[in-house]
């Protein structure tokens, strides 16, 4: 009995020691590590705007209409002009990084939208800052069919599409391929494709 007891003593006293003395090692999510070192600045409304005006048509998608809401994300009407496979497609696109990364709840609000918008073949959701774990399992129970697009898929399409703005892209945050994209980030097919083993987007398949 005495020996147990001061076993037991004697580990309260180690662990009393260590931590006094021991440093505290801070728990950092590498992902969000890797954003607060990015030291890049935010790309700028305008810039954003002009990158997806280039890249849509170059996916084969027809620009029909382009808003802008209150937090300045873009909201837009395209047109897939492919016969059967083709149809209207709604693309929802935020620049902003500041917020963090997009939730399940506003993926899923997306989806619903998409889902009573009458014709819509689709959604494609871009959001530079990325989405969370939770919103790429939030897009198996969506009503409609979303697609994922963040910062490093957009630096691929737009590598891949229009080459010209690449170089333009990756001065800005969160612009990096690979970078934050999330291993579950391929599409559920359509108008983007899926991305193929090396994170590039598979081709658009043009018409004729």
Do not use: W
């Amino acid at each position: 009995m005495i020996v147990v007891v001061a076993a037991l003593f004697l580990g309260l006293v180690l662990i009393a020691i260590l931590a006094r003395f021991a440093h505290n090692v801070p728990r950092i999510d590498a992902r969000a590590a890797r954003q607060t070192t990015d030291q890049r600045s935010p790309i700028p409304p305008a810039e954003f705007e002009r990158t997806l005006r280039a890249l849509l048509p170059a996916l084969g998608l027809e620009v029909l209409s382009m808003t802008t809401d209150d937090s300045g994300t873009l909201e837009m009407t395209c047109r897939d002009p492919r016969p059967v496979t083709g149809g209207r497609i709604l693309v929802r696109a935020s620049h902003r990084t500041a917020g963090g990364q997009v939730d399940a709840a506003e993926v899923l609000s997306f989806a619903e939208s998409v889902r009573s918008d009458t014709g819509a073949l689709k959604g494609i959701d871009i959001a530079v800052a990325g989405f969370t774990d939770e919103a790429y399992a939030a897009r198996g129970a969506a009503p409609s069919t979303i697609e994922l697009i963040d910062g490093g898929m957009l630096v691929d399409l737009v590598r891949e599409y229009a080459p010209e703005r690449v170089q333009l892209l990756e001065r800005y945050r969160s612009m990096s391929t690979g970078g934050l994209r999330h291993s579950r980030a391929a599409g559920a097919g359509g108008a983007l494709g899926a991305p193929s083993d090396d994170g590039a987007a598979a081709a658009l398949d043009h018409p004729g």
